[in-house]
T-cell receptor
Framework: DTAVSQTPKYLVTQMGNDKSIKCEQNLGHDTMYWYKQDSKKFLKIMFSYNNKELIINETVPNRFSPKSPDKAHLNLHINSLELGDSAVYFC?????????????FGPGTRLTVL | DAKTTQPTSMDCAEGRAANLPCNHSTISGNEYVYWYRQIHSQGPQYIIHGLKNNETNEMASLIITEDRKSSTLILPHATLRDTAVYYCIVRVGATPLVFGKGTRLSVIA
């Protein structure tokens, strides 16, 4: 009964390719996020969706496009992959309660661009 | 940028209490203190959070100073499985988490 799941766990691809990472949560949460953890281990927010609507879009190249078909899913599509896109990508979800929330993270997708 | 300062690393003997400090001297009145941890190769895991009162749950205790400028996360009986990077984060409302460098806790047998 995994709460936040991501597929694939590992993704190795060539520069210039287009790839997608999928995220699903079965917690009934309204908000989902994508975070990126680079080689220096810094975790940074990329996007946030609330009820399928984009509410946060940090300074991320246009090659990255999140898509939320429903509240339980937030997929990340990346066009024209570059070497610098190599990182671990984490999906998270949360439900706001009392003005704050707790975020639950998926296991991560390790993307390697060759 | 992270608004917190944490030691880079700490060691703790297995079975002993691990006390992880965090400075957040510029915290504002409506900001909560959150603690997350990241065990190697896994996603971050929520531990505990608080506003001004001390908090305790099944994982840890959070002690916040009266002026709220610093806090301490206490793992009462550290085990090898508690070896991880611990992040102290201050945030208002349900905003995205801003992770700093955290403290790498090594629990030693």
């Amino acid at each position: 009964d995994t709460a936040v799941s991501q597929t694939p766990k590992y993704l190795v691809t060539q520069m210039g390719n287009d790839k997608s990472i999928k995220c699903e949560q079965n917690l009934g949460h309204d908000t989902m996020y994508w975070y990126k953890q680079d080689s220096k281990k810094f975790l940074k927010i990329m996007f946030s969706y609330n009820n399928k609507e984009l509410i946060i879009n940090e300074t991320v190249p246009n090659r990255f496009s999140p898509k939320s078909p429903d509240k339980a899913h937030l997929n990340l599509h990346i066009n024209s992959l570059e070497l610098g896109d190599s990182a671990v990508y984490f999906c998270a979800s949360s439900q706001r309660a009392g003005g704050t929330d707790t975020q639950y993270f998926g296991p991560g997708t390790r993307l390697t661009v060759l | 940028d992270a608004k917190t300062t944490q030691p880079t690393s700490m060691d703790c003997a297995e079975g002993r209490a691990a006390n992880l400090p965090c400075n957040h001297s510029t915290i504002s009145g409506n900001e909560y203190v959150y603690w997350y941890r990241q065990i190697h190769s896994q996603g971050p895991q929520y531990i505990i959070h608080g506003l001004k009162n001390n908090e305790t749950n099944e994982m840890a205790s959070l002690i916040i100073t009266e002026d709220r400028k610093s806090s301490t996360l206490i793992l009462p009986h550290a085990t090898l499985r508690d070896t991880a990077v611990y992040y102290c984060i201050v945030r208002v409302g349900a905003t995205p988490l801003v992770f700093g460098k955290g403290t790498r806790l090594s629990v030693i047998a």
